[in-house]
């Protein structure tokens, strides 16, 4: 898989969508392959462990994640119908899809039909069993890179973390997102853009809003991502947590701001951040000039950028004057790659150093995560984790989200319906509670 692709499929922009009246039926095909992974569920947890935010530390359900393609890919596992399949986690769209048994792989352009393994699906649902109930729609749902799924919309029931709803998704009959030939489809965790700005004619397709319509579950995502290593490849890639905050070790320090509208007015978790902090390597690198804002090559911008927290986006992207900056601290310096539209280095290079400001706290990304593999195109081929956006918003992906924990408190959010929590600010989309994590 080109990582290109993955980088761009991450940014998980929803570019359009398209709901039609239908009346037909998809014929299935008896190729289902037979991969199946279990849930997990783990116990209540114990709030003397470790601090969390608040009262919030019984996460009601919590799924430990899989990765798999070099950790590009961060899957949950769940239920659809009865049958086991994992779906790419996507805090960037509320919509949640699985590849039908039938479906047509295609280029992004939807043009040119490719053989259906090129889109790396893994096991296939078949929409004309009795577990999916059409509702007579089409929908399709795009992506900032130009993939796209589409299919019928239909109901069926939901497992995640042990529990099970009646939860509408497509099945997708036509595809061109390129997956990691285990997972399935999307599974939407954004809010319900249409709920929280008076538009109702989306609900139904949030799993988050009808997992909260149980009010036993308080309105609570939380997030944190584990870096893949390939000497370990099975061990867990993260925790996915509805209703609380898993107890795992943080430096106790939780910082809150508010999720702000997006640009779009698509459902996405935006925040505001203080500013961004970039330096040279800890090795003495070339002498420059100083200039304003910059001293021996760092740089800090102090600006209230908005940027999106994105589960499915492999980069942090940023304006490209930022990356441009960033990438020539590199020893030696990253380099554009003007066909693939990113900056590659050398997989042994000394990488700058990089922080994000928010609510008054500095979260440096680690080393680790700033050089990527592009096992794809050779294991001595790499790029950089910051990478510039091309379409416009600017995303704190996994190399971020593997260093904090995250909780999308939506407690007080107005699409809830439910009072706001005695500790909780009321906003129109709820807060981003965050703390940095010691290991991952």
């Known amino acids: ?228 290593s390939i000497h370990d490849p099975t061990r867990s890639a993260g925790i996915l947590a509805f209703g609380g905050i898993p107890s795992i070790p943080t430096n106790k320090h939780w910082v809150q701001t508010p999720i702000v509208p997006h640009t779009t007015g698509i459902g996405m978790y935006s925040i505001n951040i203080d500013g961004i902090t970039i330096m040279p390597p800890s090795r003495p690198s070339r002498k420059s000039p100083t200039k304003q804002g910059r001293q021996n090559d760092g740089l800090h911008i102090q600006s209230r950028l908005t940027m999106v927290i994105d589960s499915g986006a492999t980069a942090i992207t940023l304006p490209s004057e930022i990356v441009s900056h960033f990438a020539s601290l590199f020893l030696p310096p990253a380099y554009y790659d003007e066909s693939a539209k990113l900056y590659r280095v050398l997989c042994n290079a000394l990488p700058a150093q990089i922080s994000i400001q928010i609510a008054g706290t500095t979260y440096p990304i680690a080393r680790e995560d700033l050089i990527l593999h592009d096992y794809a195109n050779g294991a001595n081929t790499c790029f950089i984790s910051i990478q510039p956006s091309h379409h416009g918003s600017l995303m704190l992906g996994q190399p971020w989200l593997k260093s904090v924990l995250v909780a999308f408190d939506m407690r007080g959010a107005a699409w809830t319906h439910r009072k706001a929590h005695r500790k909780a600010h009321r906003t129109a989309l709820g807060l981003v509670r965050i703390a940095s994590r010691p290991k991952y």
Request: proline share 3%.
């Open 1 to 228: 898989m080109h990582i290109l692709h993955l980088i761009l499929f991450g940014i998980s922009l929803r570019a359009y969508s398209v709901v039609t009246a239908t009346g037909s039926r998809t014929v299935a095909r008896n190729d289902i392959t037979d991969n199946v992974y279990n849930l997990t569920r783990s116990k209540r947890f114990s709030k003397s462990a470790y601090a969390c935010a608040e009262s919030l530390c019984k996460s009601q359900l919590q799924l430990d994640l899989r990765t798999h393609s070099f950790g590009f890919f961060y899957n949950a596992a769940v239920t659809i119908g009865g049958e086991d399949f994992e779906l790419n986690i996507d805090t960037g769209s509320h919509v949640t899809w699985v590849a039908a048994t039938d479906f047509t792989c295609s280029d992004d352009k939807g043009k040119d039909v490719l053989p259906q393994e090129k889109c790396r699906s893994g096991r296939l649902f078949n929409p004309n069993k009795p577990a999916f109930q059409p509702v007579g729609q089409n929908d399709l749902i795009g992506y900032g890179d130009g993939s796209f799924a589409s299919g019928e919309k239909g109901k069926v029931r939901l497992g995640i973390g042990g529990n099970t709803i009646k939860q509408t998704i497509i099945a997708a009959d036509h595809v061109s997102v390129k997956n990691d030939g285990i997972c399935s489809g999307v599974l939407g965790l954004s809010y319900p853009t249409e709920m929280a700005f008076g538009r109702k004619e989306e609900k139904s397709t949030s799993v988050l809003y009808t997992l909260f319509q149980n009010t036993s579950i308080p309105p609570i995502l939380s997030l944190t991502l584990n870096r893949y």
